[in-house]
């Protein structure tokens, strides 16, 4: 490292402006202790609900159901604290345990610090296999690249270019350029730099801080739940207040009226819709974790489910963001390169030319690629030299974009020298005159075509006696060419088609060449007939650039801002837009999308905090699981809210119309709490364990503008409810007119009710398969429910202090036979379903 041109800061310099400007680290979010997350649990709305309700009963005298209730409230809160508690744990182990380091010159002497402790005017040193720790301008250096997809997306690294007198850092991707940016790699070279910006100043840094500004979405779910809570709670305290004052113009002593207006209030407390809510989307977490998919915020569960529109990132993401060979081109052969098996003797010369410009310890990924191919395949050949001794390296420059190394070879007194690089160099130093070139260059727009890197290799047939002083002096033969490939993985092509028979797009979004792009997406199965380009992107305003994406699946050449502007482009056309990345590039976009979908393994941090699930191992395929278990969870919570709906609108109904018609009063709250005891657990217990339908991922997204309760559902479980009321309103009025006591009369109304009820959860366990279809789901909830408050209803009936209790007399077997057929008409609605 030089000291006499670029002394960098003494240690008081540096002391004084790391207090200044702060360290040198992006700021993350505060991790969340338990009590926090209680904290803003509790500040949910749901549950202010919930803890308002249990103070109600308490009011009321009840103390039983408030305990009943406001251990409900523990009980969710201990789900969702653990769960998310789960999470935190497991995204602070996918952080590095030790802070990265950096070679700094200090007081004239080079020393090695921790990254976050450099500042602006550090004079750095970084090489291959270095991770760049803040934004730089490189004074010196000697065949440097970088690979820079961690912002631009694009896996073909960039050469670097030293400028002693820049000032300022263009933007990321640009090829022979100062500019070293924070979190990108060295792949080849090494260099003196100097830093211009750090932490939160930083690219990087820009980034991060861009999050602040884009605000989540409330979630359907969301609006859907708490439009449904306000109903509940406006109409039901209307009706209560009503039944009241009806009660009084009746005559009624105002103690019983009192009474019959709290029955009515506690029947239509909707206390279940916030336990409903909050269970089934923890639970949904659980289940998608063992899958491989963190749940940052449970909402996103559900959403995904009815995601429209899934935008992915390619290199890393659809891709294993690893170059590797997957043809070779000479004169008389082409050969596609499978993963296995051996390659013709026609192109081992060619590999073997290859690994000859190579270092034998490469870190550069095509170099990389060179080696693992020739180890695979020559291992043990002629062709493999481990003996040779290198002699001479002429690197890369922007001059000559092509690597030469030259060879002593252990049996030949001359040297071997061999080369590659880009084309057109490697044709400039085989002195190739243009009849020659052209069908090469034929092949080589071929290759690119399909998405290949092409690099040409040649060879020296003589062997000089001494390294030439510069590459031109050699000389070359050409070869061949080399087709390299930033491969999918494997399980991409599977993950997309299960997409598309589910009604989601899949966009790709990418900083690579169209070309590259749209071979890409054909491979993955996505659809590549129109490109459009971050240039294009620009030129469009944003109503025509929603209609150009309706019909588009992969945008190349495109920038972070392009990929915000796609997001809510879509959103404005009402579509569900998920979003995967694993790059600090992809973070605002994640942030923006409905569900932002980070990788774990190689996602950066900046990504993991802005998305709402994080794939662990960074399995794409993993996003099918998490799609079918929302879709899962929208149907088991619209069947389960639609079934409390359904049951309590008879109970409703016999706390208000008896009162209508000068009955004596049906229910008590004694009445209400059992019924309560078994919809309660049949909400959060029942209903979250009920398999999903068959047909789950061969549907289409829901609509954004869809309701989760909509017209027909509500229609559905009223004409339930009614039925429900109906057959018991009938069955009491039957027996008051054969003459039954009133406390027998009573007990076949409630009879009749609690069976309505058991019948009403049979029918609501698909909103789509009739009930007899879904008896053969495995739902071991169904039959102990069922069974266990039917044992219970028995027991009330037949032992008398318990119906004294509840206000009931013992009906006789013809009174309950009449009962139970009533109870379970509702089952017949069940014709109407396909």
């Known amino acids: 490292m030089s000291s006499a041109r670029w002394p960098g800061l003494d240690s008081a310099e540096a002391a004084r402006r790391l207090v200044a400007e702060g360290p040198n680290a992006l700021a993350t979010s505060e991790r969340r202790t338990a009590l926090r997350l209680a904290l803003e649990v509790v500040r949910e709305p749901m549950f202010v ?96 690249s970088v690979d820079e997809s961690l912002l631009t997306g694009e896996s073909v690294p960039v050469s670097k270019r030293p400028d002693g007198d820049a000032a300022a850092l263009g933007p990321p991707g640009g090829d022979g350029t100062p500019a070293l940016f924070a979190g990108t790699v060295v792949v080849a070279g090494r260099g003196v730099a100097e830093v211009l910006a750090t932490g939160p100043r930083s690219q990087l840094g820009r980034i991060g801080a861009s999050l602040r500004e884009v605000a989540p979405r409330r979630t359907p779910l969301q609006t859907e739940i708490g439009t449904l809570v306000r109903w509940f709670a406006i109409g039901g305290g209307a009706l209560a207040i009503g039944l009241a004052v009806i009660r009084l113009a009746l005559g009624t002593p105002w103690r019983d009226a009192l009474l019959a207006g709290i029955t009515l209030a506690m029947a239509l407390l909707p206390e279940e819709l916030p336990v409903v809510m909050t269970v089934f989307l923890a639970l949904g977490a659980w289940r998608i974790a063992r899958d491989g998919v963190l749940t940052r915020r449970v909402t996103a569960v559900e959403t995904l489910g009815g995601a429209d529109v ?133 092949r080589v727009a071929a290759l690119a075509t399909q998405g290949l890197r092409v690099l040409a290799v040649a ?60 071979a890409i997406a054909r491979a993955a199965g996505i659809d590549a007939g129109d490109v459009v380009t971050g240039a294009e992107l620009e030129g469009l305003d944003d109503e025509a650039l929603g209609e150009r994406l309706a019909r588009t699946a992969v945008v190349a050449r495109a920038v972070p801002d392009h990929k915000l502007r796609i997001i809510r482009a879509l959103q404005r056309r009402g579509l569900v837009v998920g979003m995967t990345g694993d790059g600090v590039n992809d973070a605002p976009a994640l942030r923006a999308a409905d569900i932002g979908v980070a990788m774990g393994a190689r996602g950066t941090d900046v990504a993991r905090e802005a998305a709402a699930l994080v794939l662990v191992d960074d399995d794409f395929a993993a996003i099918v699981a998490a799609v079918r278990t929302g879709r899962r969870v929208y149907d088991n919570l619209r069947a389960a809210i639609g079934y409390i709906v359904a049951v309590h609108l008879p109970i409703a109904g016999l706390a208000l119309v008896p009162a209508l018609l000068g009955w004596p009063p049906i229910l008590g709250p004694a009445h209400v709490l059992f019924l309560e005891l078994i919809i309660d657990p049949a909400c959060s217990i029942v209903f979250e364990a009920e398999p999903e339908d068959a047909a789950v991922m061969a549907r289409p997204p829901r609509s954004r503008a869809a309701h989760l309760f909509d017209a027909r559902a509500v229609a559905w479980s009223v004409a339930q409810g009614l039925t429900v009321l109906a057959a018991a309103l009938a069955v009491i009025a039957w027996g008051r007119d054969v003459g039954l006591a009133a406390g027998e009369a009573r007990a076949a109304g409630f009879t009749t009710l609690v069976l309505g009820n058991l019948a009403t959860l049979i029918a609501s366990r698909s909103t789509r398969a009739p009930w007899w279809r879904t008896l053969a789901r495995r739902n071991r909830t169904v039959p102990w429910l069922v069974g266990g408050a039917a044992a219970l209803l028995g027991a009330i009936l037949a032992i008398a202090p318990v119906r004294g209790l509840f206000g009931l007399a013992a009906p006789d077997l013809a009174v309950l036979g009449v009962a139970a057929l009533a109870g379970v008409a509702v089952l017949a609605l069940d014709l109407g379903k396909r």
């Open 310 to 442: 899934l935008c992915t990132d390619k290199t890393g993401t659809l891709t294993q963001n690893r170059m590797t060979i997957a043809r070779l081109v000479t004169a008389d052969a082409d050969v596609a390169v499978a993963d296995d098996g051996d390659l013709p003797e026609a192109v081992h010369a060619l590999v073997e030319a290859g690994i000859l410009a190579c270092p034998r310890d490469p870190f550069d990924p095509m170099e990389t690629a060179f080696w693992a191919l020739a180890r695979r395949t020559l291992a043990g050949s002629e062709h493999l030299h481990p003996a040779w001794r290198p002699v001479r390296e002429y690197p890369l420059s922007p001059e000559l974009l092509a690597v030469t190394r030259a060879w002593q070879a252990d049996d030949a007194p001359g040297l071997v020298v061999a080369t590659k690089g880009a084309p057109e160099a490697v044709f400039e130093l085989c002195h190739l005159d243009e009849a020659a070139a052209a069908p090469w260059r034929a």
């Open 459 to 518: 060879r020296s047939p003589e062997l000089p006696t001494e390294s030439p002083a510069v590459a031109h002096d050699v000389g070359f033969a050409l070869i061949g060419l080399v087709g390299l490939v930033d491969p999918l993985r494997p399980a991409v092509p599977a993950a997309v088609a299960q997409c598309r028979a589910a009604g989601i797009r899949v966009v790709m979004i990418t900083g690579d060449h169209p070309d590259t792009a749209r």
């Open 49 to 144: 609900l919930l803890i308002v309700a249990g103070g109600l009963y308490v009011a009321f005298g009840d103390v039983q159901e408030a305990l009943t209730l406001l251990g409900f409230v523990v009980i969710v809160m201990a789900i969702t604290i653990v769960q998310e508690g789960r999470t935190e744990r497991a995204l602070d182990a996918l952080r590095d345990l030790s802070s990265p380091r950096a070679q700094v010159l200090r007081d004239g002497a080079v020393v090695t610090l921790a990254a976050r402790d450099l500042v602006r005017g550090d004079v750095i040193r970084v090489a291959e296999g270095d991770r760049v720790p803040a934004d730089a301008v490189l004074r010196e250096g000697t065949a440097l």
